[in-house]
């Protein structure tokens, strides 16, 4: 379902005579079919929701699957590509804020913030999809991406697989007025500090035995020749490789706690 739909929403790159907004329609069909038919959500399409005189444009709720009635509610905000989902963009400004523009991002993130009921949300462009979840930091945004590109045109199974586990709709039933995320952050304040103390050195060991892996790999020779020719650095190289150890850890953290099925 999610290969199918991601290929009839790529035509959008390669047409020059869609419009803008036939551009928004065909991402909203994507996120139709992949919150929907992939992962189980119930959307319910909206024009705008209001907290306290201001409408924040949001396209669709979520709720969680069909048989069960006990589920949260989630935000779900769309920009269609080429804007990233940190592209502030004038259709996506809050009114009454006072702010002309506005990201997906940032409009998922301020309207957790503002509203009562609601402690997650997705923003949405097609290529790439994230979970957020109210936060009322201003350095530490809280959120959890998928590059939806990558996953389909690699055809990572594997991968879709981690985005599956992680964001199907299963996960927003409430336990104690819980969903299985709020559970997880509980697992891991109670026990990160611990964790992060053992795991500094094995992590530093595992960054160095896969950086240097892949390096050394005979098939990687666009990896080497990257990192040769600067157009990868080595400061993006070791992102690359943090992005992939924490999104090991996390699985890994789930899986050993069992709660991959709640």
């Given at each position: ?46 024009e705008h929701i209001e907290i306290s005189d201001r409408k924040y444009p949001l396209v669709f709720t979520a709720n969680g699957l069909s048989n ?37 991002f940032a409009l998922v993130q301020e309207f957790l913030n503002a509203a009562d009921n609601y402690r997650w949300g997705f923003a949405f462009n ?137």
């Amino acid at each position: 379902i999610g290969k199918a739909s991601w290929n009839r929403f790529t035509q959008i790159f390669s047409r020059t005579d869609l419009t803008e907004q036939d551009r928004l329609e065909r991402t909203k069909e994507f996120a139709k079919n992949l919150l929907g038919d992939a992962l189980g959500y119930q959307l319910i399409p909206i024009e705008h929701i209001e907290i306290s005189d201001r409408k924040y444009p949001l396209v669709f709720t979520a709720n969680g699957l069909s048989n069960e009635n006990n589920t949260a509610s989630l935000a779900v905000a769309i920009i269609q590509p080429p804007n990233t989902l940190d592209t502030a963009v004038k259709e996506l400004a809050v009114e009454g804020s006072g702010s002309s523009r506005k990201s997906a991002f940032a409009l998922v993130q301020e309207f957790l913030n503002a509203a009562d009921n609601y402690r997650w949300g997705f923003a949405f462009n097609g290529s790439s999809i994230r979970l957020v979840r109210d936060s009322m930091s201003l350095t530490r945004p809280s959120f959890l991406e998928f590059n939806l590109q990558e996953i389909f045109q690699n055809d990572d199974y594997a991968e879709f697989m981690h985005l599956w586990m992680v964001l199907h709709a299963s996960r927003i039933t409430l336990i104690e007025n819980n969903t299985a995320w709020d559970l997880w952050i509980k697992e891991g304040e109670e026990e990160g500090q611990p964790a992060r103390e053992a795991l500094s050195a094995s992590i530093k060991t595992a960054l160095l035995t896969l950086g240097n892996g892949f390096i050394q790999e005979p098939g990687n020779v666009e990896l080497r020749k990257a990192l040769a020719e600067g157009t990868l650095t080595e400061k993006e190289y070791t992102h690359e490789l943090l992005r992939l150890m924490y999104r090991f850890l996390f699985v890994f953290c789930l899986e050993e706690r069992e709660l991959l099925h709640v």
